[in-house]
């Protein structure tokens, strides 16, 4: 298990740096960058530019450096010798946002954490909405609730979730009279934490938790249900009836305890559908979460904070990846030992 | 307890007096015969008939794959003709009969005010004026294809009035006619995205599991650094470096590319694991041996076996594209206008006030559920016909 563990690290990291690569390489491609855009925004204006704090920001952020100097000090930060001196995305500063005139950490902050409780929430809601649907679908193949489901499944693969959000915001609206947009009632917003605060976070999560689970939902129910079919056509099943063994009981037993596996090995396929989910919806419903941020950086090249954004969404993944491959090592003894994967 | 002592004489053999003719399980009827004969393609096409689903779904497609040819032609109105007096008119209904008297497909005029309390546009249908929709009639003219010259369409609205079967948008612009030139981009965007992402995945998968070994290796970590970074922020991403100073034409392709570009993962793990198990058959080994080149092997010998998976594969590819491409212009990163696709025509569609007042803006999503639907189902047929012989 250490062995499996320690060769599951050694994969992450190259993975994580060829990932932070890639990005850099993509938020740097636009031709141009901020603070070019913003002398001609002020020049137009006629104001005068501010041409030190310019130059300043410039020097400090190497933006007059060749592509992969620039990479190196955005991922590693600035060294004196062996003296780590300021920067870096590995010592957490994750450079500076020209848009808001601030640091992007201060900028973010919040929309991360929520982000994350968003994407664990919708996880959950996936696994509790799709494990008795497909376990109901698979034993009732065939049947009518069968037939619905599929249906029901397929509409929720089709439909483009940002109308879903639209609409359901709207009866929301309209009924529960949960007030558009954002996450919270206005008058919790920039206070402490409070039971009040999270009753209101919560009234207002369900529409979003719901439109970014819905698509993975259909998805899961499908592969577990095709999983616990085939298991359950298999002989021992059929022995066990044969032998009378309580259908409850022989189902739980074995075929469910195996087809199981998907709930835990697709959370690599899961998360990446649930953020690009989550940003659309959040621009949809105005969520503070990573969504609008990101188009507006990435609208105004604000690279920096484009940038970690892009990274903290791939981070999530390929952790979620990470420990979703440990649970199903320790699951699985099949794969411990490396004799095959099971996916 | 049974008894014993009973007559210990065995059993007389049993021969069963019907004639009996030995190859009788080797005849076979005509139908059988036809079916055993049946080359792969046919067998495929066979089985692909039997799934009803699948079947109904490519008829729809292949209608609108038509349509989009003759979009100019089908539409009541140009792409972008505007009509100043009707700004945001709801839907109008198509009737046939006015007050019990038949005269043919006909609209209600509408009446048009302005609500001075709430500032909203209110239309009713002034049931005095049925005007009946003129048929292969001269209307807007038109460039077919931007090359031929045209006024003809198959309907038009009548003589002095309007017809919106979808309603019409903030600048009076007809829903229906732009779904009808916005199909034109999405369903295209789905079968030149897929093409690129085929390459690819062909190129990527066919070296993987042709070579195995450190190429394999390669191209697998690869894919799974593709795949577990979020699509759509992605695209967006990438969507964000097409310049702005592009032609609407030019940014329709880049984003096609983009799409393909990080799409192909997918297939190109199908490719690889089927080649993984088919370079080991005889034939391949035998191909081998007599000296043909690996291009040869993969493309003469190793793709026919699996093409019909891959087409099934790429069928399921395209609904994403699709989507994606729906997502991406939604969110004002995507195709540009004057360039209309369903995403763009639902950009107007953004904000929660439409949903209360002006629903039929959410129209094009209708078409967007149905081709995504039928690609589904056509693609699950397919790849239940892929593999005919099971």
């Known amino acids: 298990m250490l062995r499996y563990l320690v060769q599951r690290l050694f994969v992450m990291i190259p993975t994580l740096l060829v990932i932070s690569f890639l990005v850099f390489a993509i938020?740097?491609?636009?031709?141009?960058?901020?603070?070019?855009?913003?002398?001609?925004?002020?020049?137009?204006?006629?104001?005068?530019?501010?041409?030190?704090?310019?130059?300043?920001?410039?020097?400090?952020?190497?933006?007059?450096?060749?592509?992969?100097?620039?990479?190196?000090?955005?991922?590693?930060?600035?060294?004196?010798?062996?003296?780590?001196?300021?920067?870096?995305?590995?010592?957490?500063?994750?450079?500076?946002?020209?848009?808001?005139?601030?640091?992007?950490?201060?900028?973010?902050?919040?929309?991360?954490?929520?982000?994350?409780?968003?994407?664990?929430?919708?996880?959950?809601?996936?696994?509790?909405?799709?494990?008795?649907?497909?376990?109901?679908?698979?034993?009732?193949?065939?049947?009518?609730?069968?037939?619905?489901?599929?249906?029901?499944?397929?509409?929720?693969?089709?439909?483009?979730?940002?109308?879903?959000?639209?609409?359901?915001?709207?009866?929301?609206?309209?009924?529960?009279?949960?007030?558009?947009?954002?996450?919270?009632?206005?008058?919790?917003?920039?206070?402490?934490?409070?039971?009040?605060?999270?009753?209101?976070?919560?009234?207002?999560?369900?529409?979003?938790?719901?439109?970014?689970?819905?698509?993975?939902?259909?998805?899961?129910?499908?592969?577990?249900?095709?999983?616990?079919?085939?298991?359950?056509?298999?002989?021992?099943?059929?022995?066990?009836?044969?032998?009378?063994?309580?259908?409850?009981?022989?189902?739980?037993?074995?075929?469910?305890?195996?087809?199981?596996?998907?709930?835990?090995?697709?959370?690599?396929?899961?998360?990446?559908?649930?953020?690009?989910?989550?940003?659309?919806?959040?621009?949809?419903?105005?969520?503070?979460?990573?969504?609008?941020?990101?188009?507006?950086?990435?609208?105004?090249?604000?690279?920096?904070?484009?940038?970690?954004?892009?990274?903290?969404?791939?981070?999530?993944?390929?952790?979620?990846?990470?420990?979703?491959?440990?649970?199903?090592?320790?699951?699985?003894?099949?794969?411990?030992?490396?004799?095959?994967?099971?996916? | 307890m049974i008894e014993m002592n009973a007559d210990p004489q065995p059993l007389k053999h049993f021969v069963c007096e019907r004639p009996f003719d030995p190859y009788s399980v080797e005849v076979v009827s005509p139908e059988q015969e036809k079916l055993y004969l049946a080359s792969q393609w046919r067998m495929m096409w066979l089985r692909f008939k039997k799934h009803r689903l699948a079947v109904v779904a490519s008829i729809v497609l292949a209608v609108m794959y038509t349509a989009i040819l003759f979009v100019e032609f089908l539409s009541p109105y140009n792409l972008h003709s505007r009509n100043v007096d009707s700004i945001f008119a709801p839907p109008q209904r198509v009737h046939l009969f006015d007050k019990g008297e038949f005269i043919g497909p006909f609209v209600y005029a509408y009446d048009y005010r302005l609500d001075m309390e709430t500032l909203k546009r209110v239309y009713t249908p002034n049931l005095e004026k049925p005007q009946p929709i003129r048929f292969l009639c001269r209307g807007d003219s038109y460039k077919f294809w931007g090359l031929i010259e045209g006024q003809t369409h198959l309907f038009c609205p009548p003589n002095g009035g309007t017809l919106f079967l979808l309603g019409s948008d903030r600048l009076g612009r007809d829903m229906f006619s732009r779904i009808l030139y916005g199909m034109r981009i999405s369903l295209t965007i789905g079968l030149i995205g897929v093409s690129v992402s085929f390459a690819l995945g062909m190129l990527f998968g066919g070296l993987a599991g042709y070579y195995g070994g450190w190429v394999d290796d390669l191209v697998q970590r690869a894919i799974e650094i593709l795949r577990s970074i979020p699509h759509l922020p992605l695209w967006l991403a990438l969507a964000a470096i097409l310049p702005v100073n592009w032609s609407p034409l030019l940014v329709y392709f880049g984003i096609t590319i983009i799409l393909g570009l990080i799409d192909w993962t997918g297939l190109a793990r199908a490719v690889r694991s089927r080649l993984l198990s088919l370079r080991e058959e005889d034939f391949c080994v035998a191909a081998e041996l007599m000296g043909a080149s690996p291009g040869r092997i993969i493309f003469r010998h190793l793709m026919p076996s699996f093409m019909s998976h891959l087409i099934a594969s790429a069928t399921l590819a395209i609904p994403g594209m699709i989507l994606g491409e729906t997502a991406l212009s939604f969110l004002g990163l995507g195709i540009r206008p004057p360039i209309v696709s369903w995403g763009v025509l639902l950009n107007e569609a953004q904000n929660i006030q439409v949903v209360a007042l002006y629903p039929w803006l959410m129209m094009p999503i209708v078409p967007v559920i149905i081709v995504v639907l039928a690609f589904n189902f056509m693609g699950d047929g397919l790849r239940d016909a892929a593999d005919p012989y099971k």
């Open chain 1, 27 to 343: 938020i740097q491609a636009p031709p141009g960058d901020f603070l070019e855009s913003m002398i001609a925004e002020q020049q137009s204006r006629g104001e005068n530019v501010n041409t030190e704090k310019i130059e300043f920001l410039r020097h400090t952020y190497g933006l007059d450096q060749p592509f992969y100097l620039q990479y190196l000090h955005w991922m590693f930060g600035t060294w004196d010798g062996l003296q780590h001196q300021n920067g870096g995305l590995i010592f957490g500063d994750l450079g500076y946002s020209f848009e808001h005139n601030m640091p992007v950490t201060d900028v973010i902050g919040d929309a991360l954490s929520l982000t994350v409780i968003i994407s664990l929430a919708s996880v959950l809601f996936v696994w509790i909405i799709s494990f008795p649907i497909a376990v109901y679908s698979a034993t009732h193949q065939y049947g009518l609730g069968d037939y619905i489901f599929t249906f029901l499944g397929y509409i929720g693969l089709a439909t483009p979730s940002f109308l879903l959000a639209l609409v359901l915001l709207y009866f929301a609206n309209v009924q529960f009279g949960t007030s558009i947009g954002g996450l919270l009632d206005p008058q919790y917003i920039d206070q402490p934490w409070s039971l009040g605060k999270l009753a209101s976070l919560m009234e207002h999560m369900w529409i979003p938790v719901l439109v970014i689970g819905l698509p993975g939902t259909a998805g899961m129910i499908r592969r577990l249900r095709a999983n616990l079919l085939d298991e359950l056509n298999k002989q021992y099943v059929v022995t066990g009836r044969a032998k009378g063994l309580p259908p409850f009981r022989l189902l739980v037993k074995y075929p469910l305890r195996i087809s199981l596996n998907p709930f835990i090995a697709d959370i690599g396929s899961l998360l990446p559908e649930l953020i690009s989910g989550s940003v659309v919806v959040s621009v949809v419903m105005s969520l503070p979460i990573t969504g609008p941020i990101l188009l507006q950086a990435l609208r105004s090249q604000d690279m920096y904070l484009a940038g970690s954004f892009l990274m903290f969404m791939a981070g999530l993944t390929v952790l979620g990846i990470f420990v979703s491959d440990l649970a199903l090592a320790m699951l699985d003894p099949r794969i411990r030992f490396g004799a095959g994967g099971s996916r």
